[in-house]
């Protein structure tokens, strides 16, 4: 989940803006929820690079342009920085900090607007996890990782995780769909060539781990719905477990 903390001074706007937030995107954990930068400093620095910071640059004692200077001189990778300002004065010395900040946004402003600004970023942040995952997953198997099959093979699970009835229909709706993503090649051509590379996978991974991970008798039964729809079921079961566990140190 990516955290999020909102430092505003207006308590008020502040859970109106939090409540639009949570209420359309789930993959959002508040991390914190605070009216001054000084009074959590420390916590703002701990913030990773796929969490949020939604900041007012108008704060009491530390305002928004003093606390992207501490993160920037403090961290290497800084979280997703969306700034919130109506204040002409330091909305001016922002553009000396433009390369910091994921957006900038002049008050008042429709609730929507940041809404989408982070469903972006959470979607965005699940694309590079479940690629990650898949990757990861995926070198259980004896897989040349550098041909075009084994990209169509991750983006076959990617998209999977995503969208699980893409394998109702793998021809109609997952080759298809892969075939978007790839700039329209043939859905014919993919198919055929995830064929290819899961037999050669098959040929080569030791009969022991696809009977262990495929509960088949017979290695040529791993056809490419089970593969893909098995990588996706464990990968999904791997991910709740992480979720809890994040969800546990969140409230730690």
């Known amino acids: 989940m990516n955290r999020l903390i909102i430092l505003e001074d207006n308590l008020e706007f502040s859970r109106s803006l939090l409540n639009y937030i949570v209420e359309r995107n789930k993959k959002i954990q508040l991390w914190s929820l605070a009216i001054d930068g000084e ?30 200077e501490q993160l920037a001189k403090n961290k290497e990778q800084l979280p997703h ?15 000396n900090y433009t390369s910091y900040i994921y957006a900038a946004i002049g008050k008042p402003f429709a609730l929507k607007r940041v ?3 982070i469903d972006e970023i959470t979607y965005s942040t699940d694309q590079r996890r479940y690629e990650k995952l898949v990757k990861e997953e995926l070198r259980k198997f004896e897989m040349n990782i550098t041909t075009i099959g084994y990209d169509y093979i991750v983006d076959a699970i990617m ?13 109609n709706r997952l080759y298809k769909s892969i075939s978007i993503k790839n700039n ?32 088949v008798e017979a290695r040529e039964k791993i056809a490419p719905k089970l593969f893909v729809s098995t990588v996706v079921n464990n990968l999904k079961q791997e991910m709740e477990k992480e979720l809890e ?8």
């Not at 990773?48 to 928004?64: A, H, S, Y």
């Not at 999977?160 to 009835?165: A, G, I, M, T, V």
Request: aromatic letters at 4%.
């Open 39 to 68: 009074e959590i400093i420390e916590k703002i620095n701990l913030l990773r690079e796929d969490d949020i910071l939604l900041m007012d640059l108008g704060l009491p004692k530390i305002n928004g342009i003093e606390v992207i």
């Open 81 to 95: 920085i969306i700034v919130m300002s109506g204040n002409v004065d330091l909305w001016s010395k922002l553009k």
């Open 115 to 117: 809404a989408e600004m």
């Open 159 to 171: 998209l999977s995780l995503q969208d699980e009835n893409l394998l109702k229909d793998m021809k």
């Open 184 to 215: 329209n090649i043939n859905p014919t051509n993919i198919k055929w060539t995830i064929e290819k590379n899961i037999k050669s996978m098959v040929r080569y991974t030791s009969s022991k781990v696809t009977k262990e991970y495929f509960h």
């Open 245 to 252: 566990a994040e969800k546990e140190s969140c409230l730690s």
